[in-house]
Each structure stands twice: as C-alpha cells, then as structure tokens.
C-alpha cells in the first residue's frame, strides 16, 4: 500500500536551534502535502498545506516565518522549526494526497509523526 | 464549514464487548467520512472511510461504520473487543472537492480485561 515516510520519528534538542522534518511520498506522487500538530491527548490541528511547486498556505495562528516549509518535489515536503523553543515541543505528523485519480477522491496518506522534544 | 463532534472523550469496554464510537458531523455538501486509529507515539492508520454507494463501511480489525444522511452520523462498531483495539480514534470528514480532513477531537478507546 502506499507508504508516506516521515524522518525523523523522534528529536531532542536545545532551545534556539532549527530542526527540520521531512515527508517523504514513497510510491506515489503527491500533489499536495499537509502538515498538522498534535497536542497531547487532543485532535490533529492543521497547520499548512504545501503544494508542489509553490509556497505553502498557513493556517490562521500559524507563524510562516517559525515553521518554513517547502516542497520541492512531487514526494517531498520539508518542515523547519526555526529557532525551536520549548512551547514549539509537540507532535508533528505530516500527509500527502496521492496525484492520481480524479481530484475529490484522491486519496490522502499519513505519516507516522514526528516527536519534538525542545529542552 | 464542517465540522465533527465525538461523544465520549474516554470509553471504556471489556474484552469481547462490543465497541460503539460516536462521531457525528456538518457539511453544507456531500461528505467524505474516515474514521482513522492512532496508536500511542505513532501517525494515523485509516480503519475505514466512507464516499459514496453502500452506507454501511467495513473496514479493517473487524471494524464497520454506518452513514446515516438524516442523522448526520457515521458511528464506528466492532462486535468483539480485543485488548489490541485499545487507541485513540479519529472521526474525520472531507467535503468531495477534495479539501483538506476537519477531524473530530478523538476518542480514546480502552479494553478491560
């Protein structure tokens, strides 16, 4: 099945410096790429949606210049958090909408997420 | 603007009791419904999803849901629980234009022995 890859699964640092994820489509080309945060014991909140090619839309909240992303290529995203503090620590997942099919019924993958852990 | 509502934050069964997950939803246009399962430190996996045809949605680990268009709801049921089904989980819609998932704040699953 289609397999959305998300690296790193798990990362510590110290506070001020910049971490990047990457989302990785494995066998399929996505279109389009969500990333969300996951508070503990609460729902997945949209933060942007990136589409190949051109610069991501930020959810309402959502600092554009804390969290970059980019999308390069139709099987990666990538997402920074500049300048990492503690309150930035969270769960990250990331999904991508598979290109194929007709548009309303594309269907859209999830990684396996991403723990930040800002010391 | 849609969005999803699931009743019970906690729910608690024993092992072999059936398992009933609440999800109700709006949506100006025909939906797309999920319900996805999330083990602890780890990312959505899809159990089942609903879009058109047959209302009534298997899915996988023995799991089913039911859309019921006049009470805007797609609740999730498994006959048997098994200490395995023991999660959280996710209620989701998508408007069949292909916009992004509203998800619904979760319901965490617990199995008695």
């Known amino acids: 099945g289609a397999v959305v890859s998300q690296h790193p699964s798990w990362v510590i640092c110290k506070s001020g410096t910049s971490v990047k994820i990457e989302c990785r489509s494995l066998?399929?080309?996505?279109?389009?790429m969500f990333w969300y945060r996951q508070f503990p014991k609460q729902s997945l909140m949209l933060m942007a949606t990136s589409n190949e090619g051109s610069k991501a839309t930020y959810e309402q909240g959502v600092e554009k210049d804390k969290f970059l992303i980019n999308h390069a290529s139709l099987t990666l995203s990538t997402l920074t958090v500049t300048s990492a503090h503690p309150e930035d620590s969270s769960f990250y997942i990331c999904?991508?909408?598979?290109?194929?099919?007709?548009?309303?019924?594309?269907?859209?993958?999830f990684g396996d997420g991403t723990r930040l852990s800002i010391l | 603007a849609q969005s999803v509502t699931q009743l019970g934050s906690h729910v608690s069964v024993s092992e072999g009791a059936l398992v009933l997950l609440r999800c109700n939803y709006s949506s100006s246009v025909p939906p797309y419904l999920f319900w996805y399962v999330q083990y602890p430190n780890q990312g959505l996996q899809l159990l089942l999803k609903?879009?058109?045809?047959?209302?009534l949605v298997k899915g996988i680990n023995g799991f089913e849901a039911e859309f019921k268009k006049s009470e805007t709801s797609f609740h999730l049921t498994k006959p048997s629980a098994h200490m395995s089904d023991a999660a959280e989980y996710f209620c989701a819609v998508r408007d069949n234009y292909g916009q992004n998932f509203v998800f619904g704040p979760g319901t965490r699953l617990s199995v008695l022995p």
């Open positions: 066998d399929f080309q996505a279109t389009t």
């Open positions: 999904s991508a909408r598979d290109r194929s099919g007709i548009e309303s019924n594309q269907p859209q993958h």
């Open positions: 609903y879009t058109t045809g047959a209302t």
